[in-house]
């Protein structure tokens, strides 16, 4: 069975740097197009940055040019290195499978929290 693990969050200040990482297991990441997710309290979840099984990167308007994802094959984890971190960062990050229109798949895992001070 899939299994996505999510780790790396955690309290940073505004301008900090944070690095998640999405451990799977059960799939090959590079076999996927996978995605990174955030639900903040209140809203609704939202696709933060995706990467293609051919390298296409998507991001989130509001996270463009301070988020990257990246994959390493061969320790099958996708991760998402975070900087110049805003308050409005603050919430619980989610890696995924993702379909043709980013929309994400069935493998959610505990997520992880992220949280930026002001």
């Known amino acids: 069975q899939v299994q996505l693990v999510e780790s790396g969050g955690g309290l940073v200040q505004a301008g900090g740097s944070l690095r998640l990482s999405c451990a799977a297991s059960?799939?090959?990441?590079?076999?996927?197009?996978m995605g990174w997710y955030r639900q903040a309290p209140g809203k609704q979840r939202e696709l933060v940055a995706g990467?293609?099984?051919?390298?296409?990167?998507k991001y989130a308007d509001s996270v463009k040019g301070r988020f990257a994802i990246s994959r390493d094959n061969l320790k099958n984890t996708v991760y998402l290195q975070m900087n110049s971190l805003k308050p409005e960062d603050t919430a619980v990050y989610y890696c995924?499978?993702?379909?043709?229109?980013?929309?994400?798949?069935?493998?959610w895992g505990q997520g992880t929290q992220v949280t930026v001070s002001s």
């Open positions: 990467l293609s099984r051919g390298g296409l990167t």
């Open positions: 995924n499978t993702a379909g043709r229109y980013w929309e994400p798949g069935a493998y």
């Open positions: 059960g799939t090959v990441v590079s076999a996927n197009t």
